[in-house]
Structure formats: C-alpha cells, structure tokens
C-alpha cells in the first residue's frame, strides 16, 4: 500500500511525533511519581492506545459506554467513565462489571447518587463511584465548598460504593503562559487534596484522587496527593493547544491529507476536497491568539503554506485562503495537488474518521489502524 | 424495544414532519414538471432514501464514493457524484462504471477534463462529465461567461464525454425574504439555461442541466430549461433553514435525544449528555437571525423551552442556557430528565451518529435506521 493509491480525503498520523508527544508526558509523570490514566477518546482506536502502554494493556478513561466495551474485550480491564451517570446506562455499566471490568463511573449529586444505590441493592452489584468535583467552574462537579458533597459522599460510602474523586481542570484551556498553566495544575491538585481531607475529617476514606487535562498535566510541579492523573488530546496535539503553548505546531501528529479541486485565482481561492465532514466543524481557534479558520494548510509534503487556513467549508467541499495581505495563489499550487490540513482540534477531527493512516519515520505509508465512533 | 429502553444521546426522526416535507417538494417539482434527484448525503440511509421514492429507487445526488457504492449496490444506478473529481478517485468510479452505475462525475477545469480523457482512453470506458456552473459565487464553477468553459466542454465533447451542466445556487442559504429566494431560484435557472444556448451556439450539445439548493428548490416559481432538481436536507430541515424561513420550527424532523447529567441553578446551566460528538459543531445559525447555539432545546414531549439552548459543548457534555434574560432554570427541569436539541444543520448533526430511532404519528418508536459515514 501507497499514499498514492489512497483516495482523498484521509487521515495521517505522523508516527515519530506521535510517540514523542506519548514519551513526553509518560517522562514528565514518572518523575512526579504518579501513573497516567489516558482518555481514549482522542483516539478510539487498539492499536493507537496499545502504543501508549508499549503494547500492553493499562489504566484508561472512556468518554462513552462503546468504548468500555470496546476496550474491555481487549483486556484493558481498569476503566473510568468520565460522564455523569444517568439511570438509562446503569444496566449497561452492570453488564461490563458482571464481565470483569473495573469500571468506575462519576456523578455530582444526590439524585443520582440514590439511584445508583438503589441499582446496586436491587441487582445485588457493587458499582464503584467518584464524585466529580469542579476546580474552576468551567463545566460539572460540586464544588470543594459545597454542603451537597459530604451528602452524596455518606450516600455512597453507606452502600459502600464510594472510591474517590474526580476533577478535570477545563479552565486551563484558557491559559496561554506557563506560570497561568503552573498554577491551574497546583489549584486542580490543591483543591483535590483539600476536598480529600475534608472526607476524611468527616470518616470517609477517599481511595482514588483522580485529576488531569492535557494542559495541567504537562504544566504540574507536584502532584503529592494525586493518584492519578488524566490526559486525551496529548497524543495528537493540535492547533488549540499549539496556541496555548502545550506543544509547538511541530508536534502536531495528526492531518487531513485532501487534493485541490479547483483554483480560483480572481478570489484568492483554493478549492479542495476536504470539507467539514472530513475536517470537523471545530472553530476552536477562533476565540484564540491565532485563528486558524478550519485548520493550517501544509504542502504535500508538509512544509507550511504560511497564512494559508481553510477558510471555509460545505460538506464535501474546503475553501483555503490566506488569512492576510496577499491573495495571490502559491504559484506551485495546481488543481490535483495533495495538501495537508492541521486540525484545531484532534478529537473532533479524527471522530470524523473510521482509520488512521500512519506514517513512519521516512514519511512511508506503514499502518492502517481502524478507530470507531459512536455510542 | 422502547423509547426508555434507548441510551442517551441517540437520534430521532420524526417519521410524519419527515414524510410531510418529502411530500412537499415532491409536489412543487412536480407541479413545475420537473424531476427531482435527492441528495442523499443528509440522510446516507437505505430506508431512509427508499421513502423518498415511495420504496422504490431513482436517481440520487451522492457526496462520497462510499455512498455511490452503497446505493448502488441496492438498486440505484442513476447517480451524480457531486465533488469535483481528481486523479486518485477516477478508478474507484471505473469499477462503479463497470458494475453497471450510470454514474456521472462533476469537474471545472482543463487539467480535470484532459485527466479524464486520457484515464477514459487508457482503460477504454465512458465517463458520462457534467462541468460545474457557478451562478453566484458562493464555491466551486466556472461563470457563466468563462472562456475555460468553451475549452473544457469542446475536450470533453470531442471525447464524447460531455453529458451536460451542474450548478448550485449556495447563495440562497443567505437569502431572507421570499422574493430573495424566488429571485436565486431564478437566477440559477437562467444561468444554467445561458450556458446551454452558449455551448449549442458553439455546437454542443448539452442534454442535462442539474441545478438545486434547498432553498431554491421550493421557491423556484419555473423550471424551464432544467432537466432535473437537486436537494438535500429539505427531508429533514433544521435551524439554519427555518431562520431563513424555508420551513417552520414545527417541519424539523430531526433531534438528538439527550438526557440531563446535572442542573446548576446558581448558573443558570443544564448540563446534558449530549455534546459536539453528538450534535455536532455546527454553527450555522450563529450568523443568522436567530442563534440557537448547538441547539434549540425541547422538553421530552416535543414542546419548545422557550428560548433556551446549547450554548456550548465539549466532546460528550453539552451545556444549556436560556439566551437572554432570566437565567432561572425551569423548576421542572430534573437531573435524569430526557430533553431533546433541534438541529443547526441536520446534514452535520445526522453525521454524528450510525442511526436514526423513528417515531410514527404517535409518537412510539417504530423503526430503526441503519446509516453509514466516512469515505
């Protein structure tokens, strides 16, 4: 198999820069001393999350209830569910557990709380809970303070089902130098900490400290108290976090590899085959320092076509215009060219994919791996 | 199986709104005696297509070569692949030819045109071309008076490929009024019926002239001249196309069923189970009249909460909010409540999920509807 013989569009995975972005953080937390528990739903796929754990089986975080299952029949037995439970997946969740998997999932109040209860009497199961906590007000979780969590944790820890905590520092996001992302990593682990000791105080023994985004995790100092720390989007990168300074645009480990359908010379435009049903409709560097339009364009060979962002999309259908000054079109840029599109946003742009096409250190085709979507 | 049984998110397709708007614009065509050939790449579904031929098959639009290949495969033959061809696709469409497909390719340059005739010469077949028409310039075409337009048809003509022209009026998707739409209706009629007086002038013959948008399709007031219409996600509608008053909020057949994970009054914030994963990262009504976020927000039983709506969304939690004024929740608003989103942009919400739940008139669940992604 070819690049050549491959129709357009197509995902790629440069291989060598994935597994430097995997080393890099897989470095960093051994010498803080805590374990990694990644998000699979960057990558949803064996073979990609095989690499992470040099070809075993390990600790893993799941977005949705398919990718337990998924992953469970490959023996990756030690899973969080990282979305709050809703009653319609409780026996779903009793399923994987009554097959072995040691799946965790999370919730932020009493109802919820109760009705896990109730499930596990009924069903005569134990379903092991954290309590998602919110460090930064920028989504879920109670918060450190609040009355309701020593509620909810007696609830659990009575049925016996409470094991932890969970907390996912999204605010960090937001922080575009290193001592604002130092200091969100220490406020997701100090505010951890504190509401561990809070349980405690109150006789309830707090197992699991779970925290973790891929910014904090590759900012954080200490992490005395954390058991384990979660982190998806740092096997990719992508243009977000390349503007907030997690990972240089060299990083990046994924494209969309697409051919030029047209040149519009009189508009500044070039026209290709990848639209947003290949590059995602992610916008998420349009509240960034550099706004990236649906994604940086490279050349074939993946040298930057600077300024040059898609600018626009239909289904099918990308436009690519130079974000300023000059619309004169690249002379060198002819209709059936291959180009490269940098996603803003790995997860999304790799969910518009069901494979991955790798490439290994001489830029060859090597691998094809298959990923899923869906719940 | 039961609307309770289903996990949340999951899509819904409500099966009398879907039936009603296929019916319209089955009797506006018809009523303008002109054919229509559905875009199939909203729905990308067997039963789903099937409705709009009464279960029968007939000529479609297709986005991908994956659904040339599908449908063909279950009877449809008559197809137009509608994204500008290039080298590395031509012999995927050899073998759809060879299989029988009266597949029809799309294309706006020389260098495509002399590409396919050498490829049609080298492997002795016949690739029925249509050359892509620009009415309004909103993407891809040659205009109307375009010198490359005569040189491309006389090499397709004289390689006995030339079947005829294709336009799209994306234009419309801006237009407001009635009078806005009737007008770009009947500015890609004539334009499209320009350019086939231009090439017969010159001596060729031009059989097929395929024109369409949504819009355009229901206010065209004549079709004269025009061979057949295309359109798409008039099946379905969504937020992008009742703020521009081609349907009502009531015509959206399509919503993403989400349940409620958690309710933070001292926010004003919903949190659902449903994010970009599931409803997409459409925002097309953020330049439009009204801007519903990722979503305008029902209650279980269909009826509108009044002016609340996704207002933003990570990868498997979607955060709704009232949009303006008060930001007190709707008392009746209970974590394990099921809601439902209406869609910015069906195409791109339904491309999120692997199949449609199908209720009838009565609202029970019906059916289930396989869909397929990807390339």
């Known amino acids: 198999m070819t690049w050549d013989a491959l129709e357009t569009p197509y995902l790629r995975v440069d291989r060598p820069r994935f597994d430097a972005n995997i080393k890099r953080l897989n470095c960093h937390l051994s010498a803080l001393k805590t374990p990694l528990r990644p998000h699979v739903k960057t990558l949803k ?124 520092a999204g605010g960090s996001y937001g922080c575009m130098t290193r001592s604002d992302k130092v200091a969100a990593a220490e406020n997701e682990r100090a505010t951890a900490v504190y509401v561990k000791e809070r349980l405690e105080l109150a006789g309830i023994d707090c197992p699991m400290v779970s925290i973790g985004s891929t910014p904090t995790a590759h900012f954080a100092q200490d992490l005395t108290g954390v058991t384990e720390v979660r982190a998806g989007v740092y096997t990719f990168f992508d243009l977000v976090m390349a503007n907030i300074n997690v990972c240089s645009l060299d990083d990046i480990a994924l494209s969309v590899v697409t051919t030029v359908i047209g040149v519009k010379p009189e508009k500044g435009w070039i026209l290709i085959d990848a639209g947003w049903m290949a590059l995602s409709r992610d916008r998420g560097t349009a509240s960034q320092a550099v706004d990236y339009g649906y994604g940086m364009v490279l050349d074939g060979a993946g040298r930057p076509l600077t300024d040059w962002i898609v600018e626009s999309t239909s289904q099918e259908h990308g436009v690519i215009k130079q974000r300023a000054g000059s619309s004169e079109i690249p002379s060198d840029v002819q209709i059936g060219d291959k180009l490269r599109i940098l996603p803003n946003h790995a997860c999304a742009t790799a969910s518009q994919f069901d494979k991955y096409y790798v490439a290994d250190a001489e830029g060859q085709l090597s691998e094809q791996w298959s990923r899923f979507n869906f719940w």
Do not use: W
């Open 45 to 168: 796929s064996l073979p990609a999350v095989k690499a992470i754990f040099n070809g075993g089986t390990g600790p893993i975080t799941v977005s949705t209830l398919k990718e337990a299952d998924f992953f469970a029949e490959h023996g990756f037995l030690d899973q969080i569910y990282a979305v709050g439970i809703v009653q319609n997946k409780l026996p779903h969740v009793k399923r994987l557990i009554e097959q072995g998997v040691d799946l965790k999932i999370i919730l932020e109040s009493e109802t919820q709380a109760l009705q896990v209860v109730e499930f596990c009497r009924m069903h005569d199961i134990v379903i092991p809970v954290l309590i998602e906590i919110d460090c930064d007000g920028s989504r879920a979780g109670l918060t450190a303070e609040s009355p309701t969590l020593m509620d909810v944790s007696k609830i659990l820890a009575q049925a016996e089902l409470f094991k932890g905590i969970l907390l996912h």
